[in-house]
């Protein structure tokens, strides 16, 4: 094996780009950004009525923001909405 020798400001100021690169790491999952869909896109999604999304509303069964008029879903919460729902293939019978 071979050994490489580094003076003390060489090995400095590689542990200084090193913290540089894991704090770059750890920030890059902190900006993660939540993703909304305005009404109509939810509705084209799920391909549903705008009835259909006034009654999931009223019923809890997907969570909303409202902004004047304006209605928007997370993405998250209809990937939710969708796993909540979801039935795994029955076997043969």
């Known amino acids: 094996m071979e050994a490489i020798i580094i003076t003390k400001d060489q090995f400095?100021?590689?542990?200084s780009k090193l913290d540089l690169i894991q704090n770059q790491l750890?920030?890059?999952?902190?900006?993660?950004?939540?993703?909304?869909?305005?009404?109509?896109?939810?509705?084209?999604?799920?391909?549903?009525?705008?009835r259909?999304?006034?009654t999931w509303r009223d019923e809890g069964k997907i969570s909303f923001s409202q902004v004047g008029s304006k209605i928007y879903y997370k993405l998250s919460d209809v990937e939710k909405l969708l796993q909540e729902h979801y039935n795994k293939s029955f076997k043969g019978r």
């Not at 400095?12 to 542990?15: F, G, I, P």
């Not at 909304?36 to 705008?50: A, G, P, R, V």
């Open 12 to 15: 400095s100021d590689l542990m």
């Open 52 to 54: 259909t999304a006034q």
């Open 26 to 50: 750890n920030t890059k999952g902190d900006n993660k950004k939540e993703t909304f869909l305005d009404n109509q896109e939810f509705l084209l999604l799920m391909k549903i009525s705008k």
